[in-house]
């Protein structure tokens, strides 16, 4: 295991946008079990309107995952923008 030096930049709830040493950009950190509740939900969608492709239910949670994924992004782009850091997209 190597240990390496990030700065935090700024701590969410679920996630943290983190700069580590060498790189250009900053990134997200997301806590595994955030992770793999978004995972879960988009495989979950996505199996169930490839059987049935009118699921209100699985488009629902397409929408929810995607609305938590929106605040990340959201938190993500008002830290490079308080510390004055172009977007990489």
């Known amino acids: 295991m190597s240990q390496e030096q990030a700065?935090?930049?700024?701590r969410g709830v679920n996630c943290a946008v983190v700069q580590l040493v060498g790189r250009t950009f900053p990134g997200i950190h997301l806590q595994g079990d955030t992770f793999a509740g978004i995972w879960t939900q988009l495989a979950d969608a996505a199996r169930t309107l490839r059987e049935d492709p009118g699921n209100g239910e699985a488009l629902d949670d397409l929408d929810?995952?995607?609305?938590e994924l929106k605040?990340?992004?959201?938190?993500?782009?008002?830290?490079?923008?308080?510390?004055?850091?172009r977007r990489p997209y």
């Open 71 to 85: 605040g990340f992004l959201g938190c993500y782009e008002a830290t490079l923008s308080e510390r004055g850091i």
């Open 64 to 67: 929810y995952a995607i609305e």
């Open 7 to 10: 700065q935090v930049l700024t």
